[in-house]
């Protein structure tokens, strides 16, 4: 009698277990079908990608030739905190994600590059997950690579981020994935923003770390999802850094189909309510309303406009992988004409104090003078009378309090005086740049010539480059 009793149990618990295997096989959700992703972002052509080198060598000679001699002369990099390295110039777009913590951020880039249920996923889950700053760029293999190796070595675009500290490197991480879309993209995932966390809890200087690589991303990615659209301080801080970078802004309302279609059109306009006061445009952002995760959308949802609206995300990011040389280009004129801005307050300043200095004038009284009330010496005025500087490019007047508390005034020389016999003056190389070579440079890609051909041998890396596409 016991061994029936025991061979009932048996036969009872395999049943169990075979129905539990059943339920867990049904309970698993499906995969969604990657072709609209493979096709929108061009991974299965197998044409080789552009060779840009000779725009880059040219780009680079620009930029070390005519540019960085002002910039270091008058120390713009202590005013603005970004130096340009070569790693940069050279760098593939970058692609920021930021938003609240578990809004899909890392979910997102796992369904992008097909990572889920593979060894290197990053992970995700409900509870904030993501506590480092991660780096996803292509290598040969799968490798991870540490803060401080990345920070150290100077052929990546890394190196300026040991400024913020040890603590933020051991934040730090790269993932090297051979993926082709990352031939031509680099994707930047962050920490959440949580908002009853104070910022000396991170460790390291979260906000100026974040607007190191906003000035550097090529577009931003800010996700939200239907639970987290509460604006706090972090979070409102973190728009004000994203002023005027409005263009490269897109907003994303991620898990879409965890909502019916009322709840949805609620959490939209809620959306654009919280978001309305720290977005000072005439436009409003786009925003991409979908679920960006590998499993097929819920039931009874809007599948085929959360699809719409996905292809039309891919294509925004393709847009922006197809004109990085442009972008690139642009980036460094702007650069140049921000330097060539800080370059003329500076040499204002200068002849201005030189003006009132006289031989029983106190050197630091009068300087002090200048720099509290600059507009009693004209000096941005005088910038905008004299030269073709629009007023909006104009910095702010306070940021050279703090520039020349820590330069005096007499380190600097007076542009006049920044001239060569062999190398000319750094003004005229500067604006030569602006005004000629950088718009050349963009205008030979423009035409849509092979870009190969465009090399020091051709055009010559001198002071006067011929652009074989100018019409006669």
């Known amino acids: ?267 939209y306009g809620a959306l654009f309510w919280s978001l309305a006061p720290l977005i000072n445009v005439t436009e409003p952002p786009r925003v991409y309303v979908s679920s960006f995760w590998p499993h097929e959308y819920q039931p009874d949802t809007h599948k085929d406009l959360f699809l719409k609206e996905e292809i039309s995300l891919l294509e925004d990011l393709n847009q922006v992988i197809e004109n990085r040389m442009e972008n690139k280009i642009a980036f460094i004129r702007q650069h140049a004409i921000r330097v060539r801005i800080h370059a003329l307050l500076v040499d204002r300043y200068l002849q201005t104090y030189k003006d009132k200095m006289t031989f029983f004038s106190d050197g630091e009284l009068v300087f002090r003078d200048i720099v509290e009330d600059p507009d009693k010496f004209f000096i941005f005025k005088s910038i905008l009378a004299k030269t073709n500087v629009s007023k909006f490019d104009l910095p702010n007047r306070e940021a050279y309090k703090d520039f020349f508390g820590i330069n005096p005034i007499t380190s600097f020389k007076l542009l006049s005086q920044q001239c060569s016999y062999m190398g000319g003056c750094f003004l005229e190389k500067i604006e030569k740049a602006i005004t000629r070579e950088l718009p050349d440079l963009l205008g030979s890609i423009g035409l849509g010539k092979k870009p190969n051909v465009l090399s020091c041998d051709i055009t010559g890396c001198g002071e006067n480059p011929k652009n074989r596409y100018k019409k006669p």
Request: net charge negative; aromatic share 8%; with cysteine.
């Open 1 to 267: 009698m016991k061994r029936l009793n025991l061979l009932c149990c048996c036969v009872a618990s395999l049943l169990l277990l075979g129905t539990a295997e059943e339920v867990e096989d049904a309970s698993e959700p499906t995969k969604r079908d990657r072709s609209h992703l493979e096709s929108t972002l061009k991974l299965n052509e197998d044409k080789p990608a552009d060779d840009f080198s000779g725009v880059l060598q040219r780009l680079r000679k620009i930029y070390h030739s005519s540019i960085k001699p002002l910039e270091q002369s008058y120390r713009y990099n202590e005013l603005r905190q970004h130096e340009i390295t070569d790693g940069e110039i050279t760098s593939k777009p970058m692609v920021l994600f930021l938003g609240p913590w578990s809004v899909g951020k890392s979910s997102m880039i796992n369904y992008l590059l097909g990572l889920d249920d593979t060894p290197y996923q990053l992970y995700t889950g409900a509870e904030p997950t993501t506590s480092e700053f991660t780096v996803i760029m292509h290598g040969p293999k799968l490798k991870t690579i540490e803060g401080i190796v990345m920070a150290a070595d100077s052929a990546r675009s890394f190196s300026p981020l040991e400024k913020f500290g040890q603590n933020f490197l051991e934040k730090l991480i790269g993932i090297e994935v051979p993926h082709k879309l990352l031939e031509r993209v680099t994707f930047v995932d962050t920490p959440g923003i949580i908002e009853n966390r104070k910022q000396q809890e991170r460790g390291y200087p979260f906000n100026d770390v974040c607007q190191w690589f906003i000035d550097r991303a090529d577009l931003i990615f800010v996700v939200f999802d239907p639970t987290k659209l509460d604006v706090g301080l972090e979070l409102e801080m973190l728009f004000r850094q994203l002023k005027g970078r409005e263009s490269q802004i897109r907003i994303i309302l991620n898990k879409a189909d965890s909502l019916a279609t009322q709840e949805l059109m609620r959490v």
